[in-house]
């Protein structure tokens, strides 16, 4: 039984849609994994945060979700018109290292970053060099087809072929960058310039350290194969949803859909999930700037990785995000009163189930409502106030916690008060007693009141005074 009738954005229809799946009750879900020649930075992981909730949200609704994410280990390349360095090689050159040592390292990185922002790993995560038999056999059935061709010893995806090859930029126009993420340069191997490459057997990049026989000769593969060979490879023909930034929008998932479609031989994924972008004052944040902001530097300036996910959760996936340090701390502050409010429930009792029912399905709602993230973080505020009794308030938070994963529950368990509190308290007891030193006892009194309304009770003794949480 579904909570409630999911809609979500759909970047293929351009409408807000209701959620619908190829199976019922079932979801099929891809997410595109990182390039993993550097670590992630803060923007890449807004994406992962929200693709994050995204699964959790529809689990919590009731669906049965199998998620499968790609690690970019090889061929993060798609023409012979890319410039610049192979980013696997070029990671590997900066750090002395071999491109599978890179890729390990910066695989593991990844995934340690994901776990500090509670970032659930998907049910199968594949690295591309895992898969190259499965890429030659999908790139063998294009040619058969007709809808590859060899030019200059690389296979190209031939667009011509396609009637509705724009159909998720929705435009149909040159504009459009052909085929590669930086800069452009012309392929002259190309019959047409959206072509694309399939597998490279001869380019540019003649040092190439991984390569893998094929029936075109020594190469490797283009990058946008990868998705499509490891989707199917683990979701079969029919896709339900397929996430990423919406960077990824062209070339990458408008020349994935390509190829999948035309080797499958019909249509082959309903949901497009695209998460806009982290700007800082210079714009997109890119690895390849150079200059990024990741988890670690966010810890070494003394930030929770939580407080991001939560500055993330706070706005709409579909609108871009300004970072700034001011605004997270403000979040920071937000996340810290939130999670005294929630240790200050009483642990103990029974929640009330019949109670709780309407404030999940509430909740599943805001969800439901193309991802509405903040809506979904206000319930827990609306739960708070609520006339409910704290156990089913402890119920509710935990509940809502699955999906918004800020340790709303298990934090406040493990320290009770974060530090800013304790420091509070710690003040005003001092106040209090110079007060009392300086007879000033209707002072004194007025501390006590105070911290009595925020729910803490002082105490006092021969060895001084301590505090608790009412
Ligand atoms: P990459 O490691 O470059 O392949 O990117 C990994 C994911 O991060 C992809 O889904 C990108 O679309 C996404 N991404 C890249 N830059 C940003 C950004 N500044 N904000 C949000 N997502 C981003
Ligand atoms: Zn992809």
Not at 109 to 116: N, S, V, Y
Not at 310 to 321: A, D, I
Not at 388 to 397: E, S
Request: proline share 3%; aromatic share 10%.
């Amino acid at each position: 039984m579904l909570l409630t009738n999911f809609t979500l954005y759909n970047t293929l229809t351009k409408t807000v849609d209701p959620f619908t799946t190829h199976e019922e009750g079932k979801v099929s879900m891809y997410t595109c994994g990182p390039t993993v020649y550097h670590f992630a930075h803060i923007g890449n992981l807004r994406s992962y945060i929200m693709e994050d909730v995204l699964e959790k949200a529809l689990r919590y609704n009731g669906y049965d979700v199998k998620r499968v994410m790609n690690i970019t280990d090889v061929g993060h390349l798609s023409s012979d018109a890319d410039t610049g360095e192979d980013k696997m090689l070029k990671g590997a050159k900066r750090e002395k290292k071999t491109v599978m040592e890179i890729a390990k390292f910066y695989t593991d990185a990844f995934f340690a970053d994901c776990e500090k922002l509670h970032i659930k790993r998907p049910d199968v995560v594949e690295p591309a060099t895992n898969c190259i038999d499965d890429f030659i056999e999908m790139v063998e059935s294009l040619i058969e087809k007709g809808y590859a061709y060899v030019a200059g010893d690389n296979v190209y995806f031939d667009t011509s072929k396609l009637d509705d090859y724009y159909a998720l930029t929705g435009h149909s126009s040159d504009d459009l960058m052909v085929g590669v993420r930086d800069d452009v340069e012309e392929d002259t191997n190309k019959r047409n310039k959206a072509d694309f490459v399939l597998w490279f057997t001869k380019s540019k990049f003649e040092d190439q350290e991984l390569k893998w026989d094929s029936p075109w000769g020594i190469g490797y593969p283009g990058w946008h194969i990868e998705c499509s060979g490891i989707c199917k490879k683990h979701l079969g023909e029919y896709l339900d949803i397929h996430c990423g930034g919406v960077d990824n929008i062209f070339p990458h998932h408008t020349n994935e859909i390509a190829q999948s479609e035309a080797y499958l031989g019909h249509k082959w994924c309903r949901h497009w999930f695209h998460i806009h972008h982290l700007n800082d004052k210079r714009g997109k944040m890119s690895k390849s700037s150079g200059e990024f902001l990741t988890v670690s530097l966010l810890e070494e300036k003394g930030y929770d990785p939580l407080a991001y996910r939560m500055f993330c959760l706070q706005s709409h996936y579909r609108k871009p995000l300004e970072f700034d340090f001011a605004q997270l701390d403000n979040v920071v502050t937000a996340y810290n009163r939130l999670k005294n409010r929630v240790a200050a429930l009483q642990p103990a009792g029974e929640p009330d189930m019949e109670a709780a029912q309407p404030w999940r399905i509430k909740f599943a709602e805001a969800l439901g409502n193309d991802l509405n993230t903040s809506m979904a973080l206000t319930a827990v505020y609306d739960v708070l106030k609520a006339p409910l009794d704290d156990a089913t308030k402890r119920y509710l938070i935990g509940d809502f916690d699955t999906v918004l994963s800020l340790g709303l529950l298990t934090e406040a368990e493990e320290s009770g008060v974060d530090a800013e509190l304790e420091a509070y308290i710690t003040q005003k007891i001092a106040e209090r007693a110079a007060a009392k030193q300086a007879k000033n006892y209707a002072a004194a009194d007025a501390i006590r009141d105070e911290l009595m309304q925020k729910g803490i009770i002082l105490k006092d003794s021969r060895e001084g005074t301590t505090w608790s949480l009412a």
